[in-house]
């Protein structure tokens, strides 16, 4: 018997960043896990602890680094993280950290942006996945993989969507309809291009914006006539091959769009007809629909 793979670290470590530049301040409200991969296995096996960096340790670190460094992006500070426990501990062979962002906006007042403060905005949840293995053991060589993205994020169109020509069988009893609502609550993960990203950073902020702003498009189409879907699958397929073409530091991404049911209400009873107005939004069962995209099968 042999252990396949371990990990530890530790998980919701949360980190409210305040950047005081004079009167006008800006906040980072971030959750972060980080994971450490040791050489060694002696840990687990015969329980000689020599080489762990305590849990307790790798906490401090992330407040600590967060203090430490100045960064505007997740992905920034993830990077900082994983280089962070490779160099300085020779035993850890692999670190990763993950950190989900939340969305506070500058609050308006009397018509004029306040300086100092925020109300949080909205659900969805930006994230990012870094990850720095060590090329050999004592080696300071290392890569990097990097991949950021969002979830959580719930999107709905009342009409240009429908389900029809599917295999039928006897277990089929589901009826194929030209016009439906589609509901969704998205996750999108792409994989970033960080080869060149020491001498000429990235635009994070820029990727992730225009990945979002690329899903609103694909979705819903134009705001006059919108555009029609005949499945999850195509307009899933739709949003990753516009986001590789028009977003060049991506090399894969990967969406996730589970099929929240809206069913419409049966109102015959009371002697009413629903033309596709009144529903009951289901979120259990789901259809769950995923695919990952490289820039190599383009």
């Known amino acids: 018997m042999s252990l396949s793979q371990h990990r530890y670290g ?64 997740i992905e920034t500070f993830a990077l900082i993280i994983c280089q962070h426990f490779i160099d300085t501990y020779k035993q850890v062979a692999d670190a990763s950290a ?30 990012c996945r870094a990850d720095r293995a060590r090329k050999a053991p004592g ?57 060149d990203h020491t001498a000429k950073p990235l635009p994070f902020d820029h990727i992730f914006q225009s990945a979002l702003r690329v899903l609103q498009e694909e979705f819903s189409g134009e705001p006059g006539k919108g555009v029609y879907s005949p499945s999850v699958q195509q307009t899933q397929y739709n949003v990753q ?22 069913l419409v209400v049966d109102l015959s009873p009371f002697k009413l007809t629903n033309d596709n107005e009144i529903f009951v939004a289901t979120d259990e069962p789901a259809g769950h629909i995923t695919s990952t995209m490289v820039r190599s099968k383009l």
């Open 139 to 195: 080696s300071n060589a290392s890569t990097q993989t990097l991949s950021a993205g969002f979830k959580g994020l719930d999107v709905l169109k009342t009409t240009q969507s429908g389900f029809e020509g599917y295999h039928r069988d006897e277990y089929t009893t589901l009826r194929a309809v030209r016009d439906r609502m589609f509901r969704t609550t998205v996750q999108l993960e792409y994989v970033l291009n960080t080869d």
């Open 98 to 127: 993950e950190i989900d962002l939340y969305h506070w906006e500058r609050q308006t007042v009397h018509g004029k942006p306040h300086n100092h403060a925020f109300v949080k905005i909205g659900d969805y949840v930006r994230y």
């Open 10 to 73: 530790k998980s919701d470590v949360r980190v409210l960043k305040v950047i005081r530049n004079g009167d006008r301040h800006e906040i980072f409200e971030m959750r972060v896990r980080v994971l450490l991969s040791l050489y060694t296995i002696d840990d687990y096996t015969v329980g000689d602890n020599r080489d762990i960096v305590a849990t307790d340790t790798v906490k401090n670190t992330v407040y600590v680094l967060a203090r430490r460094h100045k960064f505007d992006n």
């Open 241 to 262: 091959k516009s986001l590789l073409a028009q977003i060049p530091q991506v090399m894969s991404v990967n969406v996730v769009m589970p099929n929240r049911h809206c």
